[in-house]
């Protein structure tokens, strides 16, 4: 059978750069946070964690307000930016998924059904990342958005912040101190989990998108750099 393919316009320039800028952050991230995760054994010293650490935090805005700016976009984008069209909670869910399962080769205009419940799982180990993380730069080295705050309720003399540092114990009320390690245990626990998360989804993400690609055959790997799919002409699905 001769089928015939076209070119369609799919991932706007806004979403190639939120996923293409995703990926850096996210890798840099991923690598830092693993030395700093192993940082005793590796030997790091306290001043070598506290430039890992301000650095991973620096990255970590980066990563921030990208990941916002997509999360806006979901909202008030355009074609595939919404998350109606990306996650897995629109009406009809279950029939486009065991559409998938009777017809193999379909190919799909935006993500299949098992590529929306990747990106919901994806998304939701990054937000948790995200808030975690900007939680424990204020608890661990005083950083913005929450530093400020909890350099204050640690303090001895609250007139004097500005000489609380990571790893010291200057002005610091150890009672407040502990009270403070509180708060953050469960955001640093979060923080953990979701690493291990993205650390199993990733490398599932790259899989799956090589299977598309062999299934589909929509050109969905230069999809993401082009923004062009090709598609069947009669067969092709706009979900
Ligand atoms: C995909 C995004 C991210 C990944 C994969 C990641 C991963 C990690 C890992 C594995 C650790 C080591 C945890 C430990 O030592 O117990 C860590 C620590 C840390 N992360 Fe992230 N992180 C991400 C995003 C962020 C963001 C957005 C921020 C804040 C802006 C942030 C702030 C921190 C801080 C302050 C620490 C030091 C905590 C400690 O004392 O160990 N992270 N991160």
Redesign the pocket.
């Given at each position: 059978m001769n089928i015939q393919f076209q070119q369609v316009y799919v991932w706007s320039k806004y979403l190639r750069l939120f996923h293409w800028i995703n990926v850096l952050a996210?890798t840099i991230?991923?690598v830092l946070?693993?030395i700093?995760?192993n940082a005793k054994t590796l030997g790091v010293s306290v001043d070598g964690k506290i430039l890992l650490?301000t650095i991973?935090?620096i990255t970590?805005?980066g990563?921030?307000a990208n990941l916002l700016v997509r999360i806006v976009m979901g909202f008030f984008g355009q074609g595939y930016e919404r998350w109606g069209k990306t996650l897995p909670f629109a009406k009809g869910f279950t029939k486009e998924l065991t559409d998938f399962k009777q017809q193999p080769h379909k190919a799909y205009k935006g993500h299949n059904p098992l590529g929306k419940l990747m990106v919901a799982a994806l998304l939701l180990s990054?937000s948790v990342?995200?808030i975690s993380?900007?939680v424990?730069?204020g608890t661990?080295?005083y950083y913005p958005p929450l530093g400020q705050y909890f350099a204050k309720s640690i303090a001895i003399d609250s007139s004097k912040i500005a000489v609380i540092k990571p790893y010291s114990k200057e002005n610091v009320d150890e009672q407040a101190y502990q009270a403070m390690r509180k708060i953050r245990k469960p955001f640093?626990t979060a923080?953990?989990y979701a690493?291990y998360a993205?650390l199993l989804l990733i490398p599932l993400h790259i899989i799956g998108v090589i299977i598309g690609e062999r299934r589909e055959k929509t050109a969905l790997v230069s999809s993401m750099i082009n923004g062009y799919k090709y598609l069947p002409k009669k067969e092709r699905s706009d979900e």
């Open positions: 996210i991230l991923l946070g693993l700093i995760f650490k991973h935090v970590g805005y990563f921030a990054m990342q995200m993380g900007l424990i730069a661990d080295i640093i923080h953990v690493f993205l």
